[in-house]
């Protein structure tokens, strides 16, 4: 069974930087293809970045040139370095993580929320 556990959340002014951690139980993140999402109150989940198992990112035209994700794999752990944060940030952000590049994601952390005040 693979838990993933996310961590780093928390309330910061507009402009700030929050590093968002995922930590991996049960699988390990290198031959994984883990990504995070966000949900704002009252708004779908959305696609924000993915690291493949090869290393490949990609990112939702909204975070690009801010959010940088990326994947320590001693500690088992993927990371999203986020700056210049702004209000329209605020969300609870999810880790997930699946073995195909395409599909559903098979597994999901419990989400750390991120407020971002103006």
């Known amino acids: 069974q693979v838990q993933l556990v996310e961590s780093g959340g928390g309330l910061v002014q507009a402009g700030d930087s929050l590093r968002l951690s995922c930590v991996a139980s049960?699988?390990?993140?290198?031959?994984?293809?883990t990504g995070w999402f966000r949900q704002a109150p009252g708004k779908e989940r959305k696609f924000v970045a993915t690291?493949?198992?090869?290393?490949?990112?990609v990112y939702a035209d909204s975070v690009k040139g801010r959010f940088t994700i990326s994947r320590d794999n001693a500690k088992n752990a993927v990371y999203l370095q986020m700056n210049s944060l702004k209000p329209e940030d605020t969300a609870v952000y999810y880790c997930?993580?699946?073995?195909?590049?395409?599909?559903?994601?098979?597994?999901w952390g419990q989400g750390t929320q991120v407020t971002v005040s103006s």
């Open positions: 690291i493949r198992w090869s290393g490949i990112t």
């Open positions: 049960g699988r390990t993140f290198s031959s994984m293809n």
């Open positions: 997930a993580t699946k073995e195909s590049e395409s599909g559903k994601y098979d597994y």
